[in-house]
């Protein structure tokens, strides 16, 4: 049989590493698009790029998804079975910043390949890697059918993308679904998403690299799921009959503060907090502040609440996460550890 060929936008990041991963062992045959840059930006795919075995199963392309001539040129080329579109300007604080650029990258972005797969006519399916900040501070839990009211250009932009996804499918019949996905993280998560940040400012406190670690808001809820578990659901989404919209979540929900806790206990550090908002301080068990907070990191806008309700998924697609969140940030706690400790030897 002929292998399936999926094109994953994002592959360089955290989710289409996994993913290519993922399908690569289902034997599809994984194109990603890739952009440039002034420095290497594929560490977390290297091992399958540099693989001379793989080298008929994973081929990689320039392209930008601001950029409609390279996305075009490049599912006309492919014609792929599946198509997931994971790339986007995915940091929600940098969104306040950026928030023309979020809105063509992550919104307009996912309108560009729908349209490239209307007007070449192709019989693609299409995930779209949706996100629990449509949802905004609706109440928790979060379902397919809560009210969506974003807070940030990131969230807009999201809210857009999931909208013209429905759109096409409803409109123009073509397989296109969205995969509201909740905070996910892993080992190999973007150092500046709040989990990564904490693990690895604590690690390098522990092992004496680091004084102090600057966060921002502790007391936001989210609910944290483990990413190599989020892949599969993504792939689950488009191998069903009906192209849909599910949610994948964990349904528990931990404060920023909880996981700091969580962390410490890891590495056997004790943390106790003192004063109140800005002047909230946590220290270690010689007194030393080793926490702090820094205004710099709070967002203008905050969601304050995420806890997903995964019963569709569960029901439909059989998926449900399989890694605790006690085993997540242990993983991603001895991955950092090691990374650390390893470093020092170099
Ligand atoms: P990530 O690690 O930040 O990766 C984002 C990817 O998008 C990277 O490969 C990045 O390339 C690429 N990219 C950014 N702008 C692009 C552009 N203009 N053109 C082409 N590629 C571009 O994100 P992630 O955590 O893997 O998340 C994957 C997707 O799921 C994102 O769309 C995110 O918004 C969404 N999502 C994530 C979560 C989560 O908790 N992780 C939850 C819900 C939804 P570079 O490597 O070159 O920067
Ligand atoms: O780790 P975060 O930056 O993730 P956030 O904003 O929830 O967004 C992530 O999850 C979304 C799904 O819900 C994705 F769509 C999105 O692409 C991304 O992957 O922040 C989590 C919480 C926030 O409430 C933030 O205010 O942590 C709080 N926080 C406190 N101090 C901080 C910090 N966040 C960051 N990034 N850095 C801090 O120093």
């Known amino acids: 049989m002929l292998s399936k060929k999926a094109l994953i936008t994002g592959i360089t990041g955290q989710d289409g590493s996994y993913l290519a991963r993922f399908l690569l062992n289902k034997n599809y045959t994984v194109y990603g698009l890739i952009r440039r840059a002034s420095t290497f930006n594929t560490k977390r795919i290297d091992d399958l790029h540099n693989n001379v075995k793989l080298k008929k199963k994973f081929k990689l392309f320039y392209g930008d998804l601001t950029d409609e001539t390279s996305i075009n040129n490049l599912i006309k080329d492919i014609q792929p079975n599946e198509i997931y579109n994971l790339a986007a300007q995915s940091h929600v604080k940098v969104s306040f910043e950026n928030p023309v650029y979020t809105a063509n990258a992550s919104g307009i972005g996912t309108l560009r390949i729908l349209e490239a797969i209307r007007t070449l006519n192709l019989k693609t399916k299409f995930y779209q890697a949706s996100t629990s900040e449509i949802f905004g501070n609706t109440k928790p839990p979060q379902s397919e059918n809560s009210i969506m009211r974003p807070c940030s250009p990131y969230g807009a932009a999201?809210?857009?993308?999931?909208?013209i996804t429905r759109i096409y499918r409803e409109g123009f019949g073509i397989y296109?679904?969205?995969g509201i996905l909740f905070n996910h993280e892993s080992e190999v998560?973007?150092?500046t998403f709040v989990t990564r940040k904490i693990i690895?400012?604590?690690v390098r406190i522990k092992l004496n690299k680091q004084k102090t670690l600057l966060l921002g808001n502790l007391y936001a809820k989210r609910d944290w799921g483990y990413a190599p578990d989020y892949v599969e659901g993504m792939w689950k989404i488009l191998q069903q009959k009906k192209p849909d919209d599910f949610v994948l979540a964990t349904g528990k929900s931990y404060t920023v503060k909880n996981f700091i806790y969580k962390v410490c206990k890891n590495l056997n550090m004790k943390i106790k907090f003192?004063?109140?908002?800005e002047k909230e301080i946590g220290y270690n068990e010689n007194g030393r502040a080793i926490i702090k907070i820094d205004p710099k990191y709070y967002r203008p806008l905050e969601v304050n609440s995420l806890r997903g309700n995964f019963s569709k998924a569960q029901k439909v697609l059989k998926w449900k996460p399989k890694t605790s969140f006690s085993e997540m940030v242990r993983k991603m706690v001895l991955?950092?550890?090691?990374?650390?400790?390893?470093?020092?030897n170099k």
């Open 176 to 178: 296109a679904s969205n």
């Open 158 to 163: 999201k809210l857009y993308a999931n909208e």
């Open 335 to 344: 991955n950092d550890y090691k990374e650390e400790v390893g470093s020092n």
């Open 189 to 191: 998560r973007g150092e």
């Open 200 to 202: 690895k400012g604590l």
């Open 274 to 277: 003192k004063g109140k908002y």
